[in-house]
């Protein structure tokens, strides 16, 4: 399958730092990414819409401010926490589609102290 | 009502035996049906896709798929330890690249 790849795993920041995630399709071009956010035994929470050249499609409740997100090319998508707190740790994760499938990222585990 | 339920579990099951994880949706439109497996700490990986009525066998997984009763199923056959996960079942409205409607996940254990 489609290979999509998401940087870093892992990252514990201090409150009020701002923490940026990447995500990269390899080996096809998605001009169409998800993030997510899934709190511990929790479903995923779709976040918002990433569109190749164009503003990102934000779900209800979810701050465009706060979680700011950049479709730069047809590979790389960012996800940026800005002055993170708390309650932003999450694990956060990206998906990008190829055909009719959905791949997903390896998952960003964010910890805010 | 969701859009997309499933039984939250947990389901046991002896190694060996069949686990069958069921999925029900609201949307009569939808056209695609997925279920990924999601191991703990870890994202979601896509297992099985299915897109017409019937069965669809892949090794050990069959994806069974009722449009006209809104319920896809997941049948894990000769389940293994391993297979003990968070299975999620998610819809899409359509056959190409885009948003999908997640269920919130059943989770198996499998008991050696």
């Known amino acids: 399958g489609a290979v999509v790849s998401q940087h870093p795993s892992r990252v514990i920041c201090k409150s009020g730092t701002s923490v940026k995630i990447e995500c990269r399709s390899l080996?096809?071009?998605?001009?169409?990414m998800f993030w997510y956010r899934q709190f511990p035994k929790q479903s995923l929470m779709l976040m918002a819409t990433s569109n190749e050249g164009s503003k990102a499609t934000y779900e209800q409740g979810v701050e465009k401010d706060k979680f700011l997100i950049n479709h730069a090319s047809l590979t790389l998508s960012t996800l940026t926490v800005t002055s993170a707190h708390p309650e932003d740790s999450s694990f956060y994760i990206c998906s990008a589609g190829s055909g009719s499938k959905l791949f997903f990222g390896s998952g960003t585990q964010l910890s805010v102290l | 009502q969701k859009e997309v339920e499933q039984n939250s579990g947990p389901l046991s099951v002896p190694e060996g035996a069949i686990a069958s994880l069921n999925c029900t949706y609201s949307d009569r439109g939808s056209q695609s049906f997925f279920w990924y497996r999601q191991y703990s700490g870890k994202s979601p990986e896509l297992i099985m896709f299915?897109?017409?009525?019937g069965d669809k066998e892949d090794g050990r997984f069959t994806a069974q798929l009722n449009k006209a009763s809104q319920y896809v199923s997941l049948l894990i056959r000769d389940s293994q330890p391993s297979d003990s996960a968070t299975y999620l079942c998610a819809v899409k409205g359509d056959t190409n690249a885009g948003k999908s409607t997640f269920g919130d996940g059943t989770t198996l254990t499998v008991k050696p």
């Open positions: 080996d096809f071009q998605a001009t169409t």
């Open positions: 299915i897109y017409s009525n």
